[in-house]
Antibody
Framework: EVQLVESGGGLVKPGGSLRLSCAAS????????MNWVRQAPGKGLEWVSSISSSSSYIYYADSVKGRFTISRDNAKNSLYLQMNSLRAEDTAVYYC??????????????WGQGTLVTVSS | EIVLTQSPGTLSLSPGERATLSCRAS???????LAWYQQKPGQAPRLLIYGASSRATGIPDRFSGSGSGTDFTLTISRLEPEDFAVYYC??????????FGQGTKVEIK
């Protein structure tokens, strides 16, 4: 069974930093591109960042470029999101999502339950 | 960036009724690279439809997707109690710039 479990969320002051983690199991993590998607309270979904299976290709939404860094450790079956210079508008539930391996370009076939990040003074 | 506009914002229907949800793109979605997701309160999104019309694994056949170009539709033929949720469309043809619609809430009338 595919499982994605996010952690690392919490309350942080504006300008602060936070590192999110996503632990993957039930599939060959090193073969899949992975993504972070966020959802502000009561709002819709916003793609944040993507990383290819070998970390060769990395992409960011304009709203987080230069502040967030995506990375992965295939030996640990883990995905990360380092978030710096946080703003109030970064407040959201952050989901990790797997990109379907058979599709190019790809949609997201499995999602974690999310971790809440609150940026407030 | 392709902007997706979903309508209506809220759909009030009774169990057993048919639901028709619309997703319109600001420019053509190449090769029908459009997906639909269902999200229930406090839960993660769940993939329903990809490629505009292909059902994901385990999705009941009362869910169907159609459309091409700029106009896409998700149809739920007969609403079950567990289908009341928020539905999002997503285009992935212009990845790595994935975009989502703002969502349609299907609520119990």
């Amino acid at each position: 069974e595919v499982q994605l479990v996010e952690s690392g969320g919490g309350l942080v002051k504006p300008g602060g930093s936070l590192r999110l983690s996503c632990a993957a199991s039930g599939f060959t993590f090193s073969s899949y591109s992975m993504n972070w998607v966020r959802q502000a309270p009561g709002k819709g979904l916003e793609w944040v960042s993507s990383i290819s299976s070998s970390s060769s290709y990395i992409y960011y939404a304009d709203s987080v470029k230069g502040r967030f860094t995506i990375s992965r450790d295939n030996a640990k079956n883990s995905l990360y999101l380092q978030m710096n210079s946080l703003r109030a508008e970064d407040t959201a539930v952050y989901y990790c999502a797997r990109a379907n391996i058979a599709a190019r370009p790809s949609y997201f076939d499995y999602w974690g339950q999310g971790t809440l990040v609150t940026v407030s003074s | 960036e392709i902007v997706l506009t979903q309508s209506p914002g809220t759909l009030s229907l009774s169990p057993g009724e048919r639901a028709t949800l619309s997703c319109r793109a600001s420019q053509s979605v190449s090769s029908s690279y459009l997906a639909w997701y269902q999200q229930k309160p406090g839960q993660a999104p769940r993939l329903l439809i990809y490629g505009a019309s292909s059902r994901a694994t385990g999705i009941p056949d009362r869910f169907s997707g159609s459309g091409s170009g700029t106009d896409f539709t998700l149809t739920i033929s007969r609403l079950e109690p567990e289908d009341f949720a928020v539905y999002y469309c997503q285009q992935y043809g212009s990845s790595p710039r994935w975009t989502f619609g703002q969502g349609t809430k299907v609520e119990i009338k």
